[in-house]
């Protein structure tokens, strides 16, 4: 089976080069080719001789995902639906923001974890996603991107499925995208989030990068997690906390908790000063999530009011937090909710 292009950095392809036998300077023309211009086919790398186009066309594939949809917001979220060659299909979402543009990208085919929020995780898990389907996605949103002259600014790995249940893929991802070959994205603008796989916490801690990492935490006690969130089981709240406070004195850098609110399950004033409690003290940032609607799970939303009031408890608590804003409110912006649509996992 071919490779795909976007699965090599410039040392993979270095190495591919080298055993070809063409002199290595190749490797950064290739690079050049497929993250500063962009081509889609190996006839536009004009610079390369043809044997060796040949020759690349013979060992990778190019087209790794097929744009099925594109659904674009009012406020300019875009959302595609990505079809792999196996005929899944996955989601990439494109957002705005005042600092700039960022991309969310996919790491699985579904997803296995379970939390009771998430459409995402309604098939379970069908795939890990290759390094190059992930790279892919960035890239076709940049492509998309180009149209309008604008750039991807930051990556948030927080799609479908548990990066740290794919970690090696995530972390050959954020190299590729990383190096000044490839596109280019500041480490300070990757954030991997995690559903709380504690040894890869561990193993992310002692990576040497800037990257950022995000745990969704989503509960202040073991018991409403490990009902809201099935991995709490394996991974208790006390050893998740461990490894975050491991994280936070080996790196030096601010973590940040996802907290999906969540109608009268999660979003009280006691459970925002549990919350407040155990995380005093911590350098972190609470981002707090009015949750999507999921139509089979039949979540209410957190009045705007009651959201007010559990930001201003963990503020008494010293917890930094921000109330995301809900984008693409106008697509089928809730992660997973596209792709489940059209594999028929949900209802219309
Ligand atoms: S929230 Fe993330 S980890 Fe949880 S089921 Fe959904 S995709 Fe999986």
Not at 99 to 109: A, L, P, R, W
Not at 144 to 169: C, W
Not at 206 to 230: G, T
């Amino acid at each position: 089976m071919k490779s795909f292009v976007y699965d090599y950095g410039t040392e993979d392809w270095t190495k591919w080069i080298k055993s070809q036998g063409h002199p290595t300077f190749r490797s950064k023309q290739i690079m050049e080719w497929l993250y500063s211009k962009r081509v889609t086919s190996f006839d536009e790398m004009t610079n390369l001789p043809k044997t060796l186009r040949e020759e690349l066309a013979r060992y990778f594939e190019f087209e790794t995902l097929e744009t099925i949809t594109t659904q674009t917001s009012q406020d300019g979220t875009v959302k595609f639906l990505f079809g792999l060659h196996d005929k899944n299909a996955i989601e990439t979402v494109i957002m705005r923001h005042q600092y700039g543009i960022s991309v969310c990208v996919t790491t699985q085919v579904g997803c296995r974890i379970g939390c009771t929020f998430c459409a995402s995780t309604l098939g379970g898990l069908k795939r890990n996603l290759t390094t190059g389907e992930i790279v892919a996605q960035v890239v076709k949103a940049q492509q998309h991107l180009d149209q309008t002259g604008e750039r991807v600014k930051s990556v948030v790995i927080m799609g479908s499925g548990e990066p740290f249940e794919n970690y090696d893929a995530t972390i050959q991802f954020v190299r590729i995208i990383n190096e000044e070959n490839g596109l280019n994205i500041g480490q300070r603008h990757i954030t991997v989030s995690t559903s709380g796989v504690v040894p890869n916490i561990y193993r992310f801690a002692d990576e040497d990068w800037q990257v950022r990492l995000a745990i969704s935490l989503h509960a202040p006690n073991q018991d409403l997690r490990s009902r809201l969130m099935p991995i709490n089981r394996r991974f208790p709240l006390k050893d998740l906390l461990t490894a975050c406070w491991y994280y936070l004195q080996k790196t030096g850098r601010r973590l940040t908790f996802e907290y999906a609110l969540i109608g009268e399950k999660n979003d009280q004033d006691e459970q925002a000063h549990e919350l407040g409690k155990l995380l005093s003290g911590m350098n972190c940032l609470v981002n707090l999530i009015p949750v999507n609607f999921v139509p089979e799970r039949n979540f209410v939303r957190t009045p705007k009011k009651q959201i007010f009031a559990f930001q201003r408890i963990l503020e008494s608590y010293h917890v930094s937090t921000t109330i995301r804003r809900e984008q693409g409110h106008d697509i089928d912006a809730a992660c997973g909710q596209l792709r489940a649509k059209q594999q028929g996992l949900l209802e219309k």
